[in-house]
């Protein structure tokens, strides 16, 4: 009995509950992003058959317009009811994770899903993956509402349900992770990386047994992209990391100029793209949706350059108008599809000029979507990860890595901020009213190297007054903290800090750690 007790006392058990709660989030999370993605998708198809037949019979434009109008009074009452649906959801779901906002997850969940089907669905240029991740993050929220967890625990809960949601969405588990990681969680925590990853796999394990195991962007190429030409991976990912930023700017000043040009309430802006979608579905069908159709198109016909020109800008424009909107919708996909373009146009006129293979334009289509993406969104890892899964070979991961690097420093040269975390320091300005509640809360900070925490003993440092240093994580051990204990790059610290002013703290941790 004795050995027994002292067995189970050196077992820790802890990231065991936590992976068996992470796989929990990600079943039910692959079940609701499948429905979702499966109504999306048949809802896609409706559409474009209900335009082909609006050429032959009149009463089928009156037909879509009714319906067009029905969605926009629907989430227009959606929106009125819950402004968190609006947009992707991703810029929530990161100012959840930072402690500075609490919703309710219930109605969240169900009028994200009914909003986005239908807006997603009637052909606006908007991405599932954005709503996907914020349907995955309520899930984690109720479960941990289920379980009675709160705070750090809650917190994680959500980040493996944002996993979780990506992973459905696009059939990339990893990729899914490391987008939570890198670009919504901001920490490399054991405990989340552990309980995301469970949450991811159990997600991916519904949507394959769904939609099968062919990798969403399955584009077949004839070779691999040879050394002697990665002049033009350079040449690319400068052209990338320029529209990058002009994307940025573009988006974020979407707002104001909605402002400007109507008289209309902001929860009604949605009438917007969905009356403009006509005409596009009219005369261009093939083009309604996020994009990935369109991207796999590219590998069965290539158009010439000037009709590829002009599908960058109608996409382009036309998501700006629906993201613009706040309807419920993403940016992730259609970040995608343009990067596909604009690789492809790269493509189509280096080889008019006779300066690169034909056969070589789907490497640079595939190439142009990650390094797009990690330009906007400033993830390179989960670009080079995500599009490494959707495509469906490790072969590209050399070419992949170098585009995507340069777009990211041609982006933060230019001044550029990871996009999600701008929309989010945005709303948090715009929206002051944000839930909070007083109690004490754990702030986890890395330490990174060339930072002035690096080699400082803690007693050396001028801490702000409103935290306490509880421990210090060095990797799978945790250190309690003495006035003499040096801190080391790689080091996690644990802080203690009240709730309401955990943005706050944070801030002046990030300024104090300022780098060398």
Do not use: C
């Not at 959500?158 to 990729?175: E, H, R, T």
């Not at 040449?235 to 940025?248: D, E, F, K, N, W």
């Not at 998501?319 to 909107?325: F, L, N, P, V």
Request: hydrophobic letters at 50%.
């Amino acid at each position: 009995m004795l050995l027994m007790t002292k067995f189970r006392q050196q077992l820790n058990l802890i990231h065991v509950g936590f992976i068996a709660k992470g796989i929990l989030v990600g079943l039910l999370s692959g079940l609701i992003v499948s429905l979702f993605r499966f109504l999306i998708e048949h809802s896609l198809i409706f559409w474009q058959f209900a335009y082909q037949k609006m050429h032959q019979n009149i009463w089928w434009g009156a037909l879509v317009i009714l319906i067009l109008l029905l969605i926009g009074l629907i989430n227009m009452k959606l929106i009125h009811q819950q402004p968190h649906i609006m947009g992707s959801g991703i810029p929530e779901v990161e100012t959840q994770l930072g402690g500075n906002l609490k919703l309710q997850w219930w109605p969240v969940l169900w009028r994200k899903f009914i909003g986005g089907a239908l807006a997603i669905g009637s052909g606006l240029f908007l991405g599932r993956e954005g709503p996907s991740i914020q349907l995955g993050s309520s899930i984690g929220q109720g479960v941990a509402a289920g379980l009675k967890e709160k705070g750090t625990n809650e917190r994680v809960l959500i980040a493996s349900g944002a996993a979780s949601g990506l992973a459905a969405a696009f059939n990339a588990p990893i990729a899914g992770t490391m987008f939570v990681l890198e670009e919504i969680y901001h920490n490399f925590s054991p405990l989340v990386w552990m309980t995301s990853l469970a949450g991811a796999l159990s997600a991916n394990f519904i949507s394959s047994n769904i939609f099968g195991l062919t990798p969403v962007l399955h584009l077949q190429y004839t070779t691999s992209f040879p050394l002697r030409l990665y002049g033009h991976l350079l040449l690319l990912g400068i052209i990338l990391g320029v529209l990058g930023i002009i994307y940025q700017k573009v988006l974020l000043a979407l707002p104001s100029l909605y402002r400007q040009i109507k008289k209309l309430p902001r929860r009604a802006d949605g009438f917007i793209p969905l009356l403009l979608i006509i005409p596009i579905g009219y005369f261009w069908p093939q083009t309604l949706g996020g994009g990935n159709s369109l991207i796999l198109s590219l590998a069965h016909h290539q158009p010439l350059a000037l009709i590829v020109l002009g599908l960058f800008i109608l996409r382009f424009v036309f998501s700006m108008i629906s993201y613009g909107s706040g309807l419920p919708g993403g940016i992730f996909l259609p970040i995608l599809t343009l990067g596909a373009l604009i690789g492809d146009l790269y493509g189509i006129v280096m080889a008019n000029l006779g300066l690169l293979p034909r056969s070589l334009i789907m490497n640079l289509v595939i190439f142009a979507m990650a390094g797009y993406f990690a330009g906007i969104g400033k993830a390179p890892f989960t670009a080079i990860l995500l599009i490494t899964e959707m495509v469906g070979t490790l072969e590209h991961l050399m070419p992949l890595a170098v585009v995507s690097l340069v777009a990211y420093l041609v982006v933060d040269v230019l001044g550029g901020a990871p996009i999600y975390e701008s929309l989010a320091e945005r709303m948090q300005v715009n929206q002051p009213h944000l839930v909070k509640a007083g109690h004490q809360d754990r702030l986890e900070v890395p330490v990174f190297e060339g930072t002035t925490f690096v080699n400082a003993e803690v007693r050396d440092i001028a801490w702000p007054k409103e935290i306490l240093l509880v421990s210090i994580r060095r990797g799978e051990k945790e250190l309690i903290p003495r006035g003499d204990t040096e801190i080391l790059a790689g080091d996690t610290l644990i802080v203690l800090t009240d709730h309401n002013r955990r943005m706050q703290v944070k801030i002046a941790l990030k300024n104090l750690s300022r780098r060398h």
